[in-house]
């Protein structure tokens, strides 16, 4: 076997304090290494030029480069293995820059630790199989299920560049919660009016096949090659000929709670979702509907002026589509918060969470906009508690990121609509990042009438509700405090939605700690799950604004685009865990190691399974196999071993 050995002087980064000379003639002296050659800078082009043509010439079995981080020119110089007819995995990389030169203080010990560096690689590399990159084709179809902001912008930005999406939503509407918003901070900007534009491009688009009343109900396949089956709810009207005159929705003589207005007020059988809503078509509740209990209503079909736009015969439906990968952007939800019996939320007072304020502030809302009590007046005074679950120990340690900034929104609506009402503000911390966010936080500070008190623990904090006024009992230097307030609004914590548990299990994503999907890197890579093909985007993976999820929508349409560009085929990297069939005990102890969901069970043969397009090499399932079953390729046993005893000797 002939090795060929490349030593890097990196200028004088390596060179000023290793001898080249000196630890070429100690190589030349270790097993099968045939020669030692340095360079100025070997990752320069001149450098990178001479690697290439003095590889064709001298034609070694293996490659040792002794040089940087493999981190930073690993790839490069497998490049160039390549370039010169070479399998670029008969290639190892030493790196003397950072673990000997900079860290090494003597001279004579650089060159000695150097030198069993590349003997260590020089026994590894004489170990190394010529692996080879597998191509395969994909689908360039893309599932993006969720059709809130982040969904629209990820789905809009793929159909732009010619991709076929299939976009899921479980609602009737597109939008999100934001299409319930009549004011956006920081700039009170309408929510419907700001997403009009992307849902009409959305819904515009050839490329984008709109799934409402829809959600996920099975995953399979790979990175490329998805395969979903889509239940899609029947809405007993056809959206291809309704034309939303909204002659249906009045002869309806059943009323239900309306989810949209967080059951503040009714809404009848046959009902539009939210005023203003896309699709543009009302949708029956079934089960509250008189021909669920066997009465046979036709009411709001003889009112529709299109015959045949009211369907009762309507069905559920399976639906199957293949695609290469998938962006999970299903929203968030708010926290429960019947979980805290001091805020008296619940009791039927004047205690409501912040999207049920934000429906009464609104003017398609349960009361038109008009802020009242339950008994018709207006409030003399609001309380907003912020931090409601957020920043405790005992319910959400960290910190949803919007609360503050709708709080001082909902500070100056109420001030526009009640001049001479007080609004008192229960903090924790202040919370306002961005550009433009702290404008509403200064006029509210600058607001005669309103005060800010700040509290340590959300149970010291006492809401009693009755009499058509809320009594708040507070701590504040040393003592116990009282006010009083017509109306109180709770900011709860931003949490995971009921659908992200379910549909992680579906994807088989994992979700982190909190229960929001787990992404590659908290900050490097937070588009992407650990799943090779899915994606995130939005508050599903954690708490942000509007803002951050539109971006983050952006980022995952751009992550697709990249990885599953058009007419490019899927390079499958080799460097992934296999298992020896013949040892593996089928206790699938590994499956349970893996952060990628990359490893199955093959049940004819009882033993498990690595799938290579979603296997990363991390080697946990290497580490846990009982049995010595699973082996990394490009790190086995036999490797390391060599590499530490050469290390060693």
């Not at 003589?253 to 896309?278: H, W, Y």
């Not at 079909?301 to 999970?328: H, K, M, Y």
Request: with cysteine.
């Amino acid at each position: 076997m002939k090795i060929g050995v490349y030593f890097c002087k990196c200028g004088t980064n390596i060179a000023e304090k290793i001898d080249p000379e000196r630890v070429e003639k100690e190589v030349l002296s270790l097993p099968h290494v045939a020669y030692c050659k340095s360079c100025e800078y070997l990752c320069s082009e001149e450098g990178k030029t001479f690697l290439e043509q003095d590889l064709k010439d001298e034609k070694p079995d293996r490659v040792v480069i002794s040089a940087c981080s493999p981190r930073d020119y690993e790839r490069t110089f497998r490049e160039c293995v390549a370039a010169a007819q070479i399998n670029p995995y008969l290639m190892q990389m030493v790196n003397v820059r950072e673990q000997v030169a900079w860290v090494t203080a003597d001279p004579e010990q650089a060159a000695q630790k150097t030198v069993h560096h590349i003997r260590g690689a020089a026994r590894r590399v004489s170990l190394h199989a010529p692996l080879e990159e597998k191509e395969m084709e994909v689908s360039p179809n893309v599932l993006v299920v969720g059709a809130g902001p982040a969904g629209l912008k990820a789905a809009l930005a793929l159909a732009e560049s010619g991709r076929k999406v299939i976009l899921v939503e479980k609602t009737p509407v597109v939008g999100g919660l934001p299409v319930r918003y009549e004011d956006l901070f920081p700039n009170l900007e309408c929510g419907p009016c700001m997403l009009e534009p992307v849902e009409a491009e959305v819904f515009q688009s050839k490329h984008i096949e709109i799934l409402t009343l829809s959600q996920v109900a099975e995953v399979v396949g790979y990175c490329g090659n998805f395969t979903v089956k889509i239940r899609q709810a029947p809405r007993f009207v056809d959206i291809g000929k309704c034309i939303g005159c909204n002659e249906c929705v009045g002869p309806c003589p059943v009323s239900t709670p309306d989810e949209v207005n967080c059951g503040l007020n009714q809404r009848k059988a046959m009902a539009f979702a939210i005023k203003g809503g896309l699709p543009n078509a009302p949708s029956i509740d079934m089960q509250a509907c008189l021909r669920a209990k066997g009465e046979d209503c036709t009411l709001c079909r003889t009112a529709c002026p299109v015959e045949g736009t009211v369907n009762f015969d309507d069905q559920e439906r399976i639906l199957e589509r293949n695609v290469g990968a998938i962006i999970l952007a299903v929203g968030s939800s708010l926290y429960d918060c019947t979980v805290f019996p001091n805020l008296a939320y619940g009791k039927g007072g004047e205690v409501y969470t912040s999207l049920e304020f934000e429906r009464l502030l609104s003017a398609s809302g349960p009361i038109g906009g008009k802020l009242v009590t339950r008994a018709g007046t207006p409030p003399r005074s609001v309380a907003i508690l912020h931090c409601v679950g957020s920043l405790d120990e005992h319910h959400k340690p960290y910190c949803s990121g919007v609360c503050c900034q709708y709080a001082f929104k909902f500070n100056q609506l109420v001030h526009h609509k009640l001049p001479e009402a007080k609004v008192f503000h229960f903090y924790r911390e202040l919370v306002t990042p961005g550009k433009e966010e702290c404008g509403l936080l200064a006029r509210a500070m600058a607001h005669p009438h309103a005060q800010f008190i700040r509290y340590g623990n959300l149970a010291d904090l006492k809401v009693q509700s009755g009499d058509g006024t809320n009594h708040i009992r507070y701590p504040e230097g040393g003592a116990e405090r009282d006010l009083d307030a017509d109306m109180v609004v709770l900011c709860p914590a931003i949490v995971p939605s009921e659908d992200s548990k379910q549909l992680a299990a579906i994807v088989e994503a994992g979700l982190d700690k909190f229960g929001f999907f787990d992404e590659l890197h908290g900050r490097a890579d937070s588009g992407q799950s650990k799943i090779r093909g899915i994606f995130l985007a939005g508050t599903c993976q954690s708490p942000k604004d509007i803002q951050g999820s539109m971006n983050q929508g952006m980022a995952a349409a751009g992550y697709v685009l990249s990885q599953l560009a058009t007419g490019k085929k899927l390079k499958i990297e080799p460097i992934t865990a296999q298992v020896r069939e013949e040892a593996c005990s089928g206790c699938q102890v590994c499956r349970g190691v893996c952060p990628y969901k990359a490893i199955g069970f093959d049940l004819d043969h009882q033993v498990s399974v690595v799938n290579p397009l979603l296997c990363h090499g991390c080697g946990n399932c290497v580490a846990a196999c009982p049995s010595g079953a699973m082996e990394g390729n490009h790190f086995t046993m036999a490797q390391i071993s060599a590499e530490i005893e050469g290390v060693l000797q």
